[in-house]
């Protein structure tokens, strides 16, 4: 995965050729641990881990949500490499979701009917831990400027297609420009009803949500859903209330995915306040991800009986609005798997 994401000269502000505020976040994420560590408060660390060719990529934004001096903070965990990650255990592979084999065109991941998934580039805002594309070729997957004309090519071809799902990486690491010339391809292409956006910027980077991104979003003739990623309500502050209330002031339909991670999320305590959290602000919990057996990530997993256990208790005790679908996605099914 790329993590070379550098600030670009930007035309985003009319004229003025300074990168907006997010580009300058981004391009300030802390990348080593020992900074880390020092803004946390934590003791340094004797032997530090290797980062298994998937270096540490954090926002101050995030960081900033963390508790101090504390070193099983959930933020913290799901960030920070850990010598767990250079564990070889049987069933963890590179690409657990067969994503490679679902490629269609060049950066078009084609699995279930109606949705296509375009990868807009292979980078990230944070690198998360437990990522299923941390191992993912993007530049061969097509992941490029090349790649994604040819998938809105091949997008304009199929009328199957009524939804496209823009992904990645972060698909909102593409500037407002570039947004808007792969939306206004979608919406001269008739077939094509609605927008979604898989992006965790609105979380890990909110400065992200711009006028221009806000204005874009408003005005088109697509149905714009946001799915958000959050695992821990700690993750959602007044910053990232602000954003998204101004994507539904837009408009948009705000959900949310978490992945059930050991340590960061698997209690009943946690999830409960995840939903309520949400909802506090705005958005629908949509899916809880079973973890993907991705190479590295081992250690996050959590059973799938607790799992279940842990979904039985939300929908005991929450709205049913509330409770997410517990899933898991198998290569070769025509859906996600509904495990509750
Ligand atoms: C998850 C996913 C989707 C969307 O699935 P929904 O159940 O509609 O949320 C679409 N395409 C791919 C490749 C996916 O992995
Ligand atoms: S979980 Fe999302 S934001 Fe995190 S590394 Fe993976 S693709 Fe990037």
Same mark, same amino acid.
């Given at each position: ?19 907006? &505020?997010?580009?300058?976040e981004?391009?300030? @994420?802390?990348?080593?641990?020992? #900074? ?20 540490? /990529? ?8 963390m ?12 960030? /920070? ?11 963890? !592979?590179?690409?657990?979701?067969? +994503?490679?084999?679902?490629? &269609?065109?060049? @950066? ?12 807009? !580039? ?26 994604? +004309? ?12 009524a939804?496209?799902? /823009?992904?990645? @990486? ?6 407002d @420009? ?7 391809? %979608? +919406? ?10 898989? !992006? ?19 005005? #088109? ?17 007044a ?27 698997? !209690? ?10 949400? /909802? ?9 991800h ?5 190479r590295g ?7 799938e ?11 005991d ?21 509904? %495990?509750?």
């Amino acid at each position: 995965m790329s993590d070379a994401v550098r600030p670009q000269p930007s035309t985003e502000r009319g004229g003025d050729r300074s990168p907006p &505020t997010w580009r300058r976040e981004l391009a300030d @994420g802390i990348r080593d641990v020992a #900074t880390l560590r020092r803004l946390l408060e934590l003791p340094p660390e004797i032997d530090q881990p290797a980062d298994q060719g998937f270096p540490l /990529l954090v926002p101050h934004a995030f960081v900033a949500r963390m508790r101090r001096g504390d070193p099983r903070d959930p933020l913290l965990l799901q960030v /920070l490499p850990s010598a767990a990650e250079g564990v070889e255990v049987p069933g963890f !592979t590179a690409d657990p979701v067969a +994503e490679s084999a679902a490629l &269609t065109a060049p @950066g078009l991941v084609q699995k279930y009917a109606g949705r296509a998934l375009m990868l807009v !580039t292979g980078a990230c805002a944070i690198h998360c831990r437990y990522c299923f594309r941390r191992e993912f070729p993007y530049a061969d997957a097509g992941a490029t400027r090349g790649g994604v +004309e040819a998938a809105l090519d091949a997008i304009a071809a199929d009328e199957s297609i009524a939804e496209v799902i /823009l992904s990645g @990486g972060d698909p909102l690491l593409a500037d407002d @420009g570039r947004l808007a010339e792969i939306i206004g391809r %979608l +919406e001269a292409t008739r077939h094509v009803r609605r927008l979604r956006i898989h !992006t965790r910027l609105p979380v890990v980077l909110p400065a992200r949500i711009t006028d221009g991104l806000v204005g874009l979003l408003g005005h #088109t003739r697509l149905t714009v859903v946001v799915v958000i990623h959050a695992n821990h309500a700690a993750e959602l502050d007044a910053e990232v209330a602000a954003g998204l209330r101004r994507l539904a002031g837009a408009r948009c339909l705000l959900l949310n995915q978490a992945v059930l991670l050991a340590g960061v999320n698997d !209690t009943t305590t946690a999830l409960r306040a995840l939903s309520e959290r949400l /909802l506090d602000i705005g958005v629908v919990p949509y899916y809880l991800h079973q973890l993907d057996r991705v190479r590295g990530a081992a250690h996050f997993e959590v059973p799938e009986t607790q799992a279940l256990e842990l979904h039985r208790r939300l929908r005991d005790s929450l709205p049913g609005y509330a409770v997410p679908r517990l899933v898991r996605e198998v290569p070769g099914e025509p859906a996600k798997t509904w %495990l509750a």
